[in-house]
Structures are given as C-alpha cells and as structure tokens.
T-cell receptor, first 109, second 114 residues
Framework: AQRVTQPEKLLSVFKGAPVELKCNYS??????LFWYVQYSRQRLQLLLR??SRESIKGFTADLNKGETSFHLKKPFAQEEDSAMYYC???????????FGSGTQLTVLP | DTEVTQTPKHLVMGMTNKKSLKCEQH?????MYWYKQKAKKPPELMFV???????INESVPSRFSPECPNSSLLNLHLHALQPEDSALYLC?????????????FGEGSWLTVV
C-alpha cells in the first residue's frame, strides 16, 4: 500500500526567506505526485504535479525517485503563502489520491 | 468553468434527521469523489464514482449513501449520523484519463451533527 509522509506539522519562516516543505512517499510502482494547497476557509487547490515540471507562484518540486521524495521549495517566501500544504500520491491506475498529513506554513512579516 | 459546486455550504442536522449533500460539475468529468476532512487533517477518501458507477467504497458506514444520478451530479445521502461524523465533506471530480488527470475539489460542505 502507498503512503505519504510529511514530517513537519508546522513550519514558520520569515518573509523573503527560502522555504522547503518535505514530502516522502512509499510506493512500489511508479507514482504520480502532487502538491495541493488549502488557504484558510478555501477549497483545496492543485499547486503542482510532478509530470508538469512547472513553477506555480514561485514554487517548484522535483521528484527524486532514489530518495522517494517530492519536496516543495520556494526561494523567497511571501506572507500570502501562509496556508496548509498537502502532498498527495496517486498510485498506478488508481483514481483516488492518498494525502500526507499536511504542513501548516506560516510566513512571518 | 473549472468549478466543482457543493451545496449546502453549511448543514446542521440531528442524529435522527435525513439530509443530502449535493455536488455538481460541468467540466465533462467522468470520475467523481467524496472525501471527508476533519479539522487540520488531510482529506480521507469515502467513495469514487467512475462513469456513474460506484467503483470504490472505502468501508464507509451505511449511514452514508452516495448516489450519482448523472455524469454531472453526485449526492451524499445522510441518515442517522453520529456527532463524530461532523466534518467538512469534499466533492471532487476528474477526467478519467490517467496521464492528464487533475482532481478538482469543491469548497466543501461543513456538516455538524448534534
């Protein structure tokens, strides 16, 4: 069975500082990895997916199959980045997502 | 239109009530999902519908009864719920094509069982 681990429940950084939200996964096959963001009282939104290899709102994430990681990074955090971030995995031909426990990011002024 | 719309936004119901949550999407998606999310916790999958047929039931108690009347609509019928069922219920949809599939979530329905 697949599993997603986000080791940090809470993460605080100052505005302008780099930020990295960690995500590790376990899955024997070839996974599809996603980062979703949930701003306060708003819907869960897709931020990044590994197959797109794009940068959204300054965030990037690289799938490292050797380390089974998909860490989310941003070089200069902004206050509006404060939100709950979920790493998620879709396994093989499955339709559903398996979510990590989430990291609450707070960007301090 | 890239929205999944859920109604009602808030629902308070007693343990003997019967109510329904509704979800609608007009993106032509053929897979629809119900997730349950407790405060500060990740969403947990409840049901998956694929082409209007129930494909996954994650051992959800029978007091939750999903229904997919057509490809755009998904309902969750609620009956004899318990206070611990109070949560945010999220509907989601996706296209059903593996390599281009993005799952879109609705804003959710906040359910309180009293």
């Amino acid at each position: 069975a697949q599993r997603v681990t986000q080791p940090e429940k809470l993460l605080s950084v100052f505005k302008g500082a780099p930020v990295e939200l960690k995500c590790n996964y376990s899955y024997s096959g070839s996974p599809e990895l996603f980062w979703y963001v949930q701003y306060s009282r708003q819907r869960l939104q897709l931020l990044l997916r590994h197959i797109s290899r794009e940068s959204i709102k300054g965030f990037t994430a690289d799938l490292n199959k050797g380390e089974t990681s998909f860490h989310l990074k941003k070089p200069f955090a902004q206050e509006e980045d404060s939100a709950m971030y979920y790493c998620a995995l879709r396994a093989g031909s499955a339709r559903q997502l398996t979510f990590g426990s989430g990291t609450q990011l707070t960007v301090l002024p | 239109d890239t929205e999944v719309t859920q109604t009602p936004k808030h629902l308070v119901m007693g343990m003997t009530n019967k109510k329904s949550l509704k979800c609608e999407q007009h993106m032509g998606h053929r897979a629809m999902y119900w997730y349950k999310q407790k405060a500060k916790k990740p969403p947990e999958l409840m049901f998956v519908y694929s082409y209007e047929k129930l494909s996954i039931n994650e051992s959800v108690p029978s007091r939750f009864s999903p229904e997919c009347p057509n490809s755009s609509l998904l309902n969750l019928h609620l009956h004899a719920l318990q206070p611990e069922d109070s949560a945010l219920y999220l509907c989601a949809s996706s296209q059903e094509r593996t390599d281009r599939d993005t799952i879109y979530f609705g804003e959710g329905s906040w359910l309180t069982v009293v």
